[in-house]
């Protein structure tokens, strides 16, 4: 079973940083993208970042120049840093992965961390 768990959400000023980090486990041969969605109250999901397994990366408008992905490979995690946070940018983070498992692909999703951007 494969299983992603973010951590890092939590309250913090219009123009704060913030760090998400999303950790795979599970039986798998390898990761390939990654990425990082986020919903907010009454709106549908969106991508904010995607990076593929050689480091490749690309972001939503919105978040340009001020989110960065990462990856490290060898510890099978992604992280999402954000900085000059804007009250916009409250919403549910979710981490999602695509997994070789045997011959196919699979995608999972971890449960989602909120973030909250209020003075």
């Known amino acids: 079973q494969v299983q992603l768990v973010e951590s890092g959400g939590g309250l913090v000023q219009p123009g704060g940083s913030l760090r998400l980090s999303c950790a795979a486990s599970?039986?798998?041969?390898?990761?390939?993208?990654m990425h990082w969605y986020r919903q907010a109250p009454g709106k549908q999901r969106e991508l904010v970042a995607h990076?593929?397994?050689?480091?490749?990366?690309n972001y939503a408008d919105s978040v340009k120049g001020r989110f960065t992905i990462s990856r490290d490979n060898t510890k099978n995690t992604v992280s999402l840093q954000m900085n000059s946070l804007k009250p916009e940018d409250t919403a549910v983070y979710y981490c999602?992965?695509?997994?070789?498992?045997?011959?196919?692909?699979?995608?999972?999703w971890g449960q989602g961390t909120k973030v909250t951007v209020s003075p």
């Open positions: 599970g039986r798998f041969f390898s990761i390939s993208d």
């Open positions: 999602n992965a695509q997994f070789l498992v045997g011959a196919e692909v699979y995608g999972y």
């Open positions: 990076i593929t397994s050689g480091g490749s990366t």
